[in-house]
């Protein structure tokens, strides 16, 4: 699911934030003595005040195999046999990586402005349902 900045949510599930706390106002590398814990509820209804997508970085493999994808998909019906084959053993043992960074190429995070006054940023996207 996609959203979109005004759209209203729920969340999906209950969470729980824990951490340090800052008060407003002071730079975040003074970290003080407040240490919190929040429970929210699934189902907790809110508006998208922002959407952001993050494209993740290409390791050394990703983008050898692109290149030799490349390679291969231009030239390769113009190359001997076995230069051709060789190529071909170079992308199929990079294919894993490839796959990998697809499934994790593109991260979306929201930033939700809860009913309750609660603002969550920086959330994934797949913590909310269309309300």
């Known amino acids: ?20 706390v800052t008060p407003a106002g002071e730079p975040p590398e003074e ?14 209804e809110g508006t998208v005040e922002r959407v952001d997508e993050h494209h993740r970085q290409q390791s050394h493999e990703v983008r050898e195999y692109l290149r ?7 030239f ?19 294919e894993e990586q490839w796959v990998a960074y697809q499934r994790r ?10 009913d309750n006054g609660f603002v969550l940023d ?3 996207e797949e913590a909310f349902a269309s309300a």
């Open 1 to 20: 699911m996609t959203l979109n900045v005004g759209q209203r949510v729920r969340l999906a599930a209950d969470l729980r934030l824990a951490g340090q």
């Open 68 to 74: 030799l994808k490349s390679l291969l998909d231009d």
């Open 31 to 44: 970290t003080g003595a407040f240490a919190a814990s929040l429970a929210l509820a699934a189902g907790i």
């Open 76 to 94: 390769g019906h113009q190359m001997p046999s076995a230069s051709r084959k060789q190529l071909e053993e170079q992308v199929g043992a990079l």
């Open 122 to 124: 920086d959330a994934p």
């Open 105 to 114: 190429m593109h991260r979306v995070t929201v930033r939700v402005r809860l």
